[in-house]
Nanobody, 120 residues
């Protein structure tokens, strides 16, 4: 079983910064891709950023130039550096990992979510 534990959410003023972390734990698994999604109240869960094991990244247009995803493969940890935060970035941020484990090649695992609130 693989678990994702997120940390780093909180309350910040507009223009401020936060750094989210997501640590994957378990045994005998390989992470193919890690990413961050967010869900604002009353809205669907949307992609924020992803990074493959090879380092390729993908960002939502709304966060390009402000957010940066990174990974420490040795620690099975992903980070999301969020700068120039806006009130519309307020949401619960979820970590996602696509892993290979046992006979399963691509299993999606989700964290419990961490709340980011940006005040105006």
């Amino acid at each position: 079983q693989v678990q994702l534990v997120e940390s780093g959410g909180g309350l910040v003023q507009a223009g401020g910064s936060l750094r989210l972390s997501c640590a994957a734990s378990g045994s005998r698994f390989t992470i193919n891709m890690m990413g961050w999604y967010r869900q604002a109240p009353g809205k669907q869960r949307d992609l924020v950023a992803t990074m493959t094991s090879g380092g390729s990244t993908n960002y939502a247009d709304s966060v390009k130039g402000r957010f940066t995803i990174s990974r420490d493969n040795a620690k099975n940890t992903a980070y999301l550096q969020m700068n120039s935060l806006k009130p519309e970035d307020t949401a619960v941020y979820y970590c996602n990992a696509v892993i290979a484990i046992g006979h399963i090649r691509n299993l999606a695992v989700w964290g419990q979510g961490t709340l980011v609130t940006v005040s105006s």
